[in-house]
């Protein structure tokens, strides 16, 4: 069984460009969520998809924008980065629709933001 | 709003001592809580989950709802024990049929011989 997977590992950006990062789901996982953790604080979460949709949303600006391809591995987009951004990005899969509580973490990708 | 509250950043025992790692949450309605944790290097795994009622690693939580808490428990600390530590609670989405995760600050756990 493979577990979840994230790329890259880490990333260094300036201030207004955009980033995509890339999650790759825990086998037989339809359900992809993406949190950020920044530092010293506790993960966010930022969406989830379900079967290629948006399935619910925490408190970010549209500027985070995701997708979800018939695989089930996921991106994570953010445009016009801010300084603030500089965290690290978790995926975590789960099966069935939604996340009852037991998802699956990858390494997470660390982006700085200058 | 749900809120999950760890008060204590670090959390330093001696080898053998107990442990209790203090959660409390804001929620209305019946809170599904979990405990995870992150070994140095590791990824951020599940410990236990209040539904299961079960010990892992030697460590229980009782969700007490009364007093809004969801304390992590262990008799006996072990130096393998050190690690982060975040209580988490599963929130309904907007959806009505997804959930996502609520997490604290985390707890550092640090047990020295």
């Known amino acids: 069984e493979t577990g979840v997977t994230q790329s890259p590992t880490h990333l260094i950006k300036t201030r207004g460009q955009q980033v995509t990062l890339r999650c790759s789901s825990q086998?037989?996982?339809?359900?992809v969520s993406w949190y950020q953790q920044a530092l010293g604080q506790g993960p966010q979460f930022i969406f989830q998809?379900?079967?290629?949709?948006?399935?619910g949303r925490g408190n970010f600006p549209p500027r985070f924008s995701g997708l979800q391809f018939p695989n089930y591995s996921s991106e994570l987009n953010v445009n016009a980065l801010e300084l603030d951004d500089s965290a690290l990005y978790l995926c975590?899969?789960?099966?069935?629709?939604?996340?009852?509580?037991?998802?699956?973490f990858g390494p997470g990708t660390r982006l700085l933001v200058l | 709003a749900q809120r999950v509250t760890q008060p204590e950043k670090l959390l330093s025992v001696f080898k053998g001592a107990p442990v209790e790692l203090k959660c409390n949450y804001s929620?209305?309605?019946?809170?599904?809580l979990f405990w995870y944790v992150q070994y140095s290097r590791q990824r951020l795994q599940l410990l236990l989950r209040?539904?299961s009622r079960e010990s892992i690693k030697g460590f229980t939580a009782d969700l007490n709802k009364g007093e809004t808490s969801f304390h992590l428990k262990k008799p006996f600390a072990q130096e393998e024990d050190s690690a982060m530590y975040y209580c988490?609670?599963?929130?309904?989405?907007?959806?009505?049929?997804?959930?996502?995760?609520?997490f604290g600050t985390g707890t550092r756990l640090q047990v020295t011989l």
């Open positions: 975590a899969s789960s099966p069935g629709q939604g996340a009852r509580g037991t998802q699956y």
């Open positions: 086998s037989g996982h339809n359900t």
């Open positions: 998809y379900y079967r290629e949709e948006e399935n």
């Open positions: 929620y209305s309605g019946s809170p599904e």
């Open positions: 209040h539904i």
């Open positions: 988490a609670l599963s929130d309904p989405l907007n959806t009505g049929t997804a959930s996502k995760l609520t």
